[in-house]
């Protein structure tokens, strides 16, 4: 049976401004066909399984022609494939999803259109520039400023001058000087209020905002580059008063999260909202043990605490007792301690309670309160990966404790955006990196391998890890308690000081 094509748009780059009916689109998709206008965190929710087809253009390499993009979807959909056309802002607004749904009709595939928040939009709302205002205007017109190579504009700059509205230009930053001219000769004032606004409404956007005669030397002289708009009117005024973006303490800072994909959320949502350009780099990933034989054999003798080290092994310890066809009720006798709140809340999932959770969330802290409330002799079952640091058994085994060290899972090195995050540190443009363990330190660095890593501040959580991060940062910082809250508020302080 044919699938069916479903257009969705992606926004203009960052993952909060794609709509869940979208990302809803995404996790159901068998193959996602995308253009290079879509943000990589995007791209990251495409599942795994999912064919992915790239049809974008880059600058200097030639695009996929459209006819063979409509092609490419209907034999993806005549696979029987779900499909997703994933296009940058809304779909249907400069990106030739009319023509894509033409085609589908024509071969009997059926479509669903998904629309997206357009740039056309969000750029302006991200540098404080209300694109229509009741004391400046009332209509806004968006207009593309793609001239074919060697071809003058064909835009009727005398209708639009009339028109006094706010004017939107899409694809113009090559034509900047052209439309710029074109406004001024049919009688536009040189002093209207204007703008050109970089990758809009991301971490990394830049604005130039300027009065229209001095526009293009402006922009020219910033450097700005595609993707960009142009936006002209006197709305633009005040894009300085209203601007609420380039504030934020993070604003154009890249910072890189290093935590495994399932944890990574809030401390990558934290930092956007303070502005941060955050590049999602998964260094590690966690690997279940199919070798149960471990855990049978330690639940053969009374234990008087469960520990567990990290979040991901209180899923590891479900997954591995359902593999001796048992549940966390094998654990009934046991109390149990946690690392640190994290692991607490992990827990509190399967509806238990920590019984311990140490004012320091690191193995020192752990075996430390352990200790103290354990009485000599008493035996402890650690749950945990097989890469488990060695100071929670070391501390309590000279406290006379009994220690039987279960691995559950693998933490494996593992991160698909090496080459990109090596080419980022390379040109300087990456601020902080953040780990919160010592096998992202190390996942990190296996990662990246010899890139140069001066200027780069390595923010860390826990001491264990800022001793790993030494071995390659000049600078690390360590943040003050081990959450994630603490280690925000470490990035902040620190990049906000460098430079
Ligand atoms: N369908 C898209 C537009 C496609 S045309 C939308 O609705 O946003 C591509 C043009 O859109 C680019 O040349 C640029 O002018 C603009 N554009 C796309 N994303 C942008 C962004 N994040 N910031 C500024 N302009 C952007």
Redesign the pocket.
């Known amino acids: 049976m044919t699938g069916t094509v479903t257009l969705v ?1 992606a926004g ?2 960052d993952k909060g401004l794609l709509t869940t009916a979208g990302a809803q689109a995404l996790a159901r998709a068998d193959a996602v066909v995308y253009d290079r ?1 879509v943000g990589e965190d995007i791209l990251d929710l495409i599942p795994p399984q999912a064919e992915k087809v790239s049809v974008g253009k880059e600058n200097n390499h030639h695009p996929v022609p459209q006819h063979e993009i409509n092609d490419i979807l209907v034999r993806l959909a005549r696979e029987g494939k779900n499909v997703v056309r994933l ?5 249907f ?3 030739r999803g009319g023509e894509e749904c033409e085609h589908l009709l024509a071969n009997h595939v059926p479509f669903r259109v998904i629309p ?1 928040v ?3 939009l969000a ?1 302006p709302a991200f540098a404080g520039i209300p694109v229509t205002h009741r004391d400046f205007t009332s209509s806004v017109h968006i207009i593309t400023a793609h001239a074919r190579a060697g071809k003058t504009l064909n835009i009727d700059f005398d209708s639009l001058v009339r028109l006094d509205g706010t004017l939107v230009f ?3 930053l090559t034509a900047l000087e052209q439309v710029t001219d074109g406004l001024l000769r049919a009688g536009m004032s040189p002093e209207m209020p204007a703008a050109v ?6 971490g990394t956007q830049r604005k130039v905002v300027s009065v229209l005669s001095d526009l293009a030397a402006n922009v020219r002289a910033a450097g700005l580059q ?4 142009i936006i002209v009117g006197r709305v633009c005024s005040l894009s300085d008063a209203l601007d609420w973006f380039t504030p934020l303490p993070l604003h154009g800072k890249t910072v890189v999260v290093t935590r495994p994909r399932e944890r990574a959320g809030t401390l990558a949502d934290k930092l956007r909202v303070l502005g941060a350009n955050v590049i999602e780099a998964p260094c590690i990933e966690t690997a279940q043990r199919t070798d149960t034989q471990p855990l049978a054999d330690a639940l053969q003798q009374p234990h008087d605490w469960a520990v567990f080290t990290s979040p991901a092994g209180v899923p590891a310890a479900v997954h591995a007792l359902r593999g001796l066809g048992r549940d966390l009720r094998a654990l009934y006798s046991m109390k149990i301690a946690v690392i640190g709140k994290g692991t607490a809340a992990a827990l509190a999932a399967y509806g238990l309670t920590a019984d311990l959770v140490p004012t320091q969330y690191d193995g020192e802290h752990l075996a430390h309160a352990l200790v103290d409330v354990m009485p000599q002799g008493g035996s402890t079952l650690l749950l945990r990966a097989e890469q488990g640091g060695r100071i929670l058994p070391e501390k309590l085994a000279a406290a006379g404790i009994q220690v039987t060290d279960v691995p559950l899972y693998d933490t494996v090195h593992r991160c698909d955006k090496a080459d990109a995050l090596r080419g980022l540190l390379e040109s300087g443009k990456i601020d902080a990196v953040t780990f919160t363990s010592v096998s992202t330190v190390e996942g990190f660095a296996q990662a990246v391998g010899a890139a140069d890593y001066k200027g780069v501040t390595a923010c860390c959580i826990g001491a264990q890890t800022a001793d790993a991060a030494r071995k390659y940062f000049a600078n690390v910082k360590v943040s003050k308690n081990a959450t994630i809250d603490d280690l925000v508020a470490c990035i902040k302080e620190e990049i906000n000081n460098v430079q």
Not at 87 to 91: S, V
Not at 197 to 202: F, P, S
Not at 226 to 229: D, K, R, V, W
Request: proline share 7%; glycine share 26%.
């Open positions: 748009g203009p780059g206008l296009k940058g802002g809304d779909c607004l400069f990106g997206g357009t740039s056309a750029a899409l694809m113009g606004i970089e990758n809009g409404a991301r595609s993707p960009a708009l």
